[in-house]
């Protein structure tokens, strides 16, 4: 006899979207930088990129005991971010170390999903970074794969044209702006982001870029929210429900503390980019910003 009456502790109102379909969503609009990847890059990105998934999608179901590799599709979210923050040729192995690194330290250390306080991608590329500063620091001119130098290395400025395009070196995912930009308006059409972090991110980078990096110049601005990782960083990183504020003016602090942070490093710090180390340092800000800009109790009475 079927149960007419199912008893069960609060919330009873559900929402449609679950991890799953919300990961699946991020998927989609990562796949325009992925494809632009390949494009630009060829086979050895797309190598790159099925290793840095799959290593993280086995990791993850290895810890948890899931035969469904794919699981709420988490994993394969932080293996692709991982690989579009990568060179475009890494060793295989460096991708395997990444992937691992990004999911036990970075993710299930803390609890798994939903607990983590650090962005896990941005975990594996930040271990991988200081204990491998060679490989992740080999780049290929796209198309014809020679090695080279980044824009923010030392490399001739390509052109805004170009930097927005993607055909300049640099990570997979970092390359192509209209890529990114494309991939970031399903995001937004799906409600999974606001405009408050990648905005106030964006402009702090613009506002810092223009004033600080060898006098007033738009243009230098415009340069340094293209180059580098800054709009893969704002909108698909700073932005991560789990490790980023729940106050409004909280992501407004954090989307401004990322900017400043990044141009920091990049004008005055021992790296070209400052992405990965803004991000994951206002990740460890975050309970202190919520508790800062806790909104007011009804009735509340000020003492």
């Known amino acids: 006899m079927e149960n ?24 989609v609009a990562l796949f325009p930088a992925a494809l632009a990847a ?15 998934t799959v290593a993280a999608m086995l990791t993850e179901a290895v810890i948890l005991r899931n035969k ?10 932080t ?8 060179p475009p040729s890494p060793p295989w192995w460096l991708c395997v170390i990444g992937s691992v690194v990004a999911i036990v330290i970075g993710k299930q250390i803390f609890g798994g999903i939903g607990n983590n306080i650090f962005n896990p991608a941005l975990v594996g590329r930040a271990v991988l970074l200081v204990s491998w500063a060679g490989h992740m620091t080999s780049w290929l001119s796209p198309v014809e794969l020679t090695a080279t130098a980044t824009p923010l290395a030392g490399a001739a400025n390509p052109g805004l044209l170009n930097l927005f395009v993607g055909a ?32 106030t991110y964006i402009a702090a980078v ?34 991560d429900m789990v490790t980023s504020p729940v106050t409004p003016r909280g992501q407004l602090i954090f989307g401004l503390g990322c900017g400043v942070m990044t141009m920091l490093v990049r004008l005055y710090g021992g790296y070209p980019e400052g992405v990965t180390f803004a991000i994951l340092l206002m990740n460890a800000l975050v309970p202190l910003i919520d508790n800062l800009t806790l909104p007011r109790k009804y009735g509340e009475v000020a003492k």
């Open 79 to 86: 293996g692709l971010l991982l690989a579009l923050t990568l």
């Open 168 to 199: 300049v070196p640099g990570s997979l995912g970092e390359t192509s702006a209209f890529a990114l930009l494309l991939g970031a308006v399903w995001l937004f059409y799906k409600g999974l982001i606001t405009r408050r972090i990648p905005g």
């Open 68 to 77: 469904n590799i794919f699981g709420d599709g988490s994993a394969a979210v």
């Open 206 to 239: 613009f506002v810092m870029g223009s004033l600080l990096d060898g006098g007033f110049s738009l243009a230098t601005g415009l340069f340094h929210v293209l180059a580098g990782g800054v709009l893969l960083g704002a909108l698909f990183m700073a932005t």
């Open 4 to 27: 007419k009456l199912i008893v069960s502790s609060s919330p009873h109102i559900k929402s449609p979207e679950s991890i799953k379909s919300v990961m699946s969503d991020v998927l």
């Open 38 to 52: 390949i494009i630009f890059f060829g086979t050895p990105a797309l190598i790159t990129m099925i290793i840095c």
